[in-house]
T-cell receptor, first 112, second 115 residues
Framework: DAKTTQPNSMESNEEEPVHLPCNHS???????IHWYRQLPSQGPEYVIH???SNVNNRMASLAIAEDRKSSTLILHRATLRDAAVYYC?????????????FGSGTQLTVLP | DTAVSQTPKYLVTQMGNDKSIKCEQN?????MYWYKQDSKKFLKIMFS???????INETVPNRFSPKSPDKAHLNLHINSLELGDSAVYFC??????????????FGSGTQLSVL
């Protein structure tokens, strides 16, 4: 099964950049890397996804290693509202439910 | 308007009871899901429906029965509730069938507590 490994928790200071790492050494060529975040008492929300190239959107940037065995979600300027659990998941092409299961994620704490 | 809405937000009930959680999406999506989040925060897929047709059923006890009256609704009925069913249940939807590229949109969850 394609799996991801993330640190359990990270801290950041407000208004500083945050780099959230994810390892996915068993990734295959057609697997997309997705990031979601879950704010307290809410459902997960989509952040960003990519396949091979780095991606930017209004919420974050996704940096994907050349060998695709790891990726980093970058929040350019953390705010208190970015405190959440961040999930890195692989969307595999097999069509099975494995691609839809989230791991335990990284709890990001933003300090004022 | 809330894109994916589920009710109730909190559900407290006794063991052995039967309960339902309702979910509606107004995004025009074809596919809907039910997820269970346990106390360790793992989110695990339970069911997926595409255009009212069951496409994923992940080793969930048959006490759990999803029902999709139309593609905008996916309700979850649970019979003979057990202590271990206590969790947060999330409904989600996506535009097309399970795909590597597709975004999921989640509801805000239903906290189920079985006493």
């Amino acid at each position: 099964d394609a799996k991801t490994t993330q640190p359990n928790s990270m801290e950041s200071n407000e208004e500083e950049p945050v780099h959230l790492p994810c390892n996915h050494s068993t990734i295959s060529g057609t697997d997309y890397i997705h990031w979601y975040r879950q704010l307290p008492s809410q459902g997960p929300e989509y952040v960003i996804h990519g396949l091979t190239s780095n991606v930017n959107n209004r919420m974050a940037s996704l940096a994907i290693a050349e060998d695709r065995k790891s990726s980093t979600l970058i929040l350019h300027r953390a705010t208190l509202r970015d405190a959440a659990v961040y999930y890195c998941i692989l969307r595999v092409a097999s069509g099975s439910a494995r691609q839809l299961t989230f791991g335990s994620g990284t709890q990001l704490t933003v300090l004022p | 308007d809330t894109a994916v809405s589920q009710t109730p937000k909190y559900l407290v009930t006794q063991m052995g009871n039967d309960k339902s959680i309702k979910c509606e999406q107004n995004l025009g999506h074809d596919t809907m899901y039910w997820y269970k989040q346990d106390s360790k925060k793992f989110l695990k897929i339970m069911f997926s429906y595409n255009n009212k047709e069951l496409i994923i059923n992940e080793t969930v006890p048959n006490r759990f029965s999803p029902k999709s009256p139309d593609k905008a609704h996916l309700n979850l009925h649970i019979n003979s509730l057990e202590l271990g069913d206590s969790a947060v249940y999330f409904c989600a939807s996506s535009q097309i069938r399970v795909s590597t590229n597709e975004k999921l949109f989640f509801g805000s969850g239903t906290q189920l507590s079985v006493l």
